[in-house]
Every structure is written in C-alpha cells, then in structure tokens.
C-alpha cells in the first residue's frame, strides 16, 4: 500500500446508544452518572447523557486501525476531547462519523489526522495518530 500525503482512510460511522454506554461503564469501571443519568448529566449543565471520552477516543482510532495492515503499527495516538457525544435514551442513539487523512509521511512514519463528527458537532479536536510504514 502506498501511504502519501492527503491519503484519505475509508470513513468509518458508528452508534453509540445508551446499552453501549452501560456496557462500556461496566467494562473500564467509569460509572459516572452522566454516562447514564439524565437527571445527573442535567445538574451538571450537560445537554443530556454524554458517552464516556475513552469510548469515543478508542472507537475514534480504528478508522486507522482497520486501515493498517497491523494494528501494532499504531505508535503513538491522542486526541482533545472538545465537545461530548450527547446519547438520547432511544432506539436510534446517535452517529459519529470517523474520517481521517495523511497529513505527514517521513521517515518510515505517517501522521494521521483524525476527525470524528456527532450530528453536525466535532466531538474531537487534534486526533492524531502516528504509524509505522514500509
């Protein structure tokens, strides 16, 4: 696979619905009432139910993990959390949209800048992944 600037990796869009979050808390241990609580997240001045960062963080890379032949190729990822992932308590949940695209190639290196889009919101802001290339 050539890897050069402005590469664009296949977008990647996934629901998170309130069952995720409850699924997620009980995995990472992070049972924060705004990961469930309207009544909590409310008191708190959030505009509803907020997934947790880290599930956003962790869902947010692998659209370059599926992108890469070998996921330990992944070296370095981090991201600025800007604004929550709001899940209403329905059915449908919400959608987020992952994209990224090649922003630097050197030295058997490629810097990977990621987006990640809930309804009209970027969620993240400076997702970058770092990975290792042929």
């Known amino acids: 696979m050539v890897i050069e600037v402005g590469?664009?990796?296949p977008p990647l869009t996934v629901t998170f619905r309130?069952?995720?979050l409850v699924r997620y808390a009980g995995a990472s241990g992070d049972f924060n009432p705004i990961h469930w609580s309207?009544?909590?997240a409310a008191a708190l001045g959030l505009p509803g139910v907020i997934a947790h960062g880290m599930l956003t963080m962790a869902t947010a890379?692998?659209?370059v993990?599926?992108?890469i032949?070998?996921?330990a190729d992944l070296l370095e990822y981090g991201v600025r959390f800007t604004?929550?992932?709001v899940v209403p308590d329905d059915d449908k949940g919400v959608n987020v949209t992952f994209s990224a695209k090649v922003d630097k190639v050197t030295e058997g290196r490629a810097e990977i800048d990621i987006t990640a889009v809930a309804g009209e919101e970027k969620v993240l802001g400076r997702a970058r992944a770092v990975v290792r290339v042929q």
């Open 83 to 85: 604004k929550p992932v």
């Open 38 to 40: 309207d009544r909590m």
């Open 65 to 67: 993990t599926d992108w």
């Open 7 to 9: 590469t664009e990796l």
């Open 18 to 20: 309130r069952e995720d």
């Open 69 to 71: 032949s070998d996921p």
């Open 61 to 63: 890379v692998r659209v």
